[in-house]
């Protein structure tokens, strides 16, 4: 079946734009994670959804950084008055509940460029 | 707070040579460890994971790392790497006493680029 898709796959923007990231998971899957990856750095967690629960947001680096999910499909981040030290590789993963969360299916990301 | 660190940032070997990719984690409690492979222009892929039971853990294409709870290591191995091989390669770890209540968040090392050379 399809896998985690995302959109933009890229995106330049300028300073103090707001832009929208867009996951798609694969279906089923009750559990959507956002990372951060920039350059030449490991992923860095962002924000955890797992069906009706409240959302881990322990990650999110700051109130600029926001992000929802409909039922158990598509997510969107949103970050607002974007700053240049936003510029990285955001990819979306998702995994089903229960015994299988810990197997992550990763999306190909969205690079954000913040000129 | 959990970390993992790569010890190697690249390690370029030559076709059909053996390799290892050395990680280790800072916590002592009880982790599930994970190695990660990205190829290039592609998303990233399980490769393996250790849970409980058996400290050597055999993964796809080859691949097995080794748990080794005393020195907090996780090193992934393969006897004879490929050209098809050169990926960028992750380890992630997570606490495993809070992963089923708080989800499965990975802490993810900054990655080891591995260039395999004909």
């Known amino acids: 079946g399809a896998g985690v898709s995302q959109s933009p796959s890229n995106k330049v923007t300028e300073k103090g734009k707001d832009v929208e990231l867009r996951c798609d998971p694969i279906s089923g899957h009750t559990a959507l994670y956002w990372y951060r990856q920039r350059l030449g750095q490991g992923l860095e967690f962002l924000i955890y959804?797992?069906?009706?629960?409240?959302?881990?947001k322990s990650g999110l680096p700051s109130d600029r950084f926001s992000a929802e999910r409909t039922g158990e499909s598509v997510s969107t981040l949103t970050i607002q008055r974007t700053q240049q030290e936003d510029s990285a590789v955001y990819l979306c993963?998702?995994?089903?509940?229960?015994?299988?969360?810990?197997?992550?299916?990763f999306g190909p990301g969205t690079r954000l460029t913040v000129t | 707070a959990q970390s993992v660190t790569q010890l190697d940032s690249q390690v370029p070997v030559f076709e059909e040579a053996p390799v290892e990719l050395r990680c280790n984690y800072s916590?002592?409690?009880?982790?599930?460890l994970f190695w990660y492979v990205q190829y290039p222009n592609q998303g990233l892929q399980l490769l393996l994971k250790?849970?409980?039971?058996?400290?050597l853990v055999k993964g796809i294409n080859g691949f097995e790392a080794e748990f080794n709870k005393s020195q907090t290591s996780f090193h992934l191995r393969k006897p004879s790497v490929h050209i098809s091989d050169t990926a960028e390669y992750f380890c992630a770890v997570s606490d495993s006493l809070l992963f089923y209540n708080q989800g499965g968040k990975l802490i993810f090392g900054q990655g080891t680029e591995l260039s395999v050379k004909p």
């Open positions: 959804f797992q069906g009706n629960s409240a959302p881990d």
């Open positions: 993963a998702s995994s089903r509940g229960g015994s299988e969360i810990y197997e992550q299916y």
């Open positions: 250790y849970l409980s039971g058996s400290t």
């Open positions: 916590s002592s409690v009880s982790v599930y």
